[in-house]
């Protein structure tokens, strides 16, 4: 059965950082993208940034660039968000999402199959 479980989201102060993981189960991270998407309150959501299974090539959304990280750890079948300089903008439930169709990863919902229940990130002093 493919899961996947993130961790590591909780409260932190502007200019704090966290780092969010993604755990997967039943699959392989060679197999699959894996994109980092949030959703706030009343909004859309949106892709922040993606993992490519082909090559390991990464996308960010333009919001985050310079202060997020993405990065995977195959022996450990986990991705990693490295979130930097954190803002208040930033609140929001961050998921991760497998995608084992398409070769290069996007930030489009619609393009991933299966996806983790959520962490809540909060940015407030």
């Known amino acids: 059965q493919l899961q996947l479980v993130e961790s590591g989201g909780g409260l932190v102060q502007p200019g704090g950082s966290l780092r969010l993981s993604c755990a997967a189960s039943?699959?392989?991270?060679?197999?699959?993208?894996i994109g980092w998407f949030r959703q706030a309150p009343g909004k859309e959501r949106e892709g922040v940034s993606c993992?490519?299974?082909?090559?390991?090539?990464?996308n960010y959304a333009d919001s985050v660039k310079g202060r997020f990280t993405i990065s995977r750890d195959m022996a450990k079948n986990t991705v990693y968000l490295q979130m930097n300089s954190l803002k208040p903008e930033d609140t929001a439930v961050y998921y991760c999402a497998a995608d084992g169709l398409h070769h290069y990863c996007s930030g489009y919902v619609v393009e991933y199959d299966y996806w983790g229940q959520g962490t809540q990130v909060t940015v407030s002093s």
């Open positions: 993992i490519s299974r082909s090559d390991g090539s990464t």
């Open positions: 039943g699959f392989t991270l060679e197999h699959y993208s």
